[in-house]
């Protein structure tokens, strides 16, 4: 059993900053890729940004000069620095990790969601 938890997320003016955070706890060996996905009202989700277990990160052009992610290895957390935020970013966020089970295969986990909404 995996589990992963969001937070971070709200309602920012448009230029403000937030920070999500996703912790993941349970029966993990070891953690490949974190990552962040956000999907808008009516959109597909798509990829905002990734970060690989030797630190090598992959942006969506939109999130490119803006956004930064980063991961702490000791607490199995992924974070993603938001700045400069757009109407435009308003979505719900999730977490996915890809990683190997205790004593299974290499497996993607996604977390449950964290509501991010850029308004003045």
């Known amino acids: 059993q995996v589990q992963l938890v969001e937070s971070g997320g709200g309602l920012v003016q448009p230029g403000g900053s937030l920070r999500l955070s996703c912790a993941a706890s349970?029966?993990?060996?070891?953690?490949?890729?974190m990552g962040w996905y956000r999907q808008a009202p009516g959109k597909q989700r798509e990829l905002v940004a990734v970060?690989?277990?030797?630190?090598?990160?992959n942006y969506a052009d939109s999130a490119k000069g803006r956004f930064t992610i980063s991961r702490d290895n000791a607490k199995n957390t992924v974070y993603l620095q938001m700045n400069s935020l757009k109407p435009g970013d308003t979505a719900v966020y999730y977490c996915?990790?890809?990683?190997?089970?205790?004593?299974?295969?290499?497996?993607?986990?996604w977390g449950q969601g964290t509501q991010v909404t850029v308004s003045s």
């Open positions: 996915k990790i890809n990683y190997r089970e205790n004593w299974g295969g290499r497996r993607d986990y």
């Open positions: 349970g029966s993990i060996r070891s953690i490949y890729a």
């Open positions: 970060i690989t277990s030797g630190d090598i990160t």
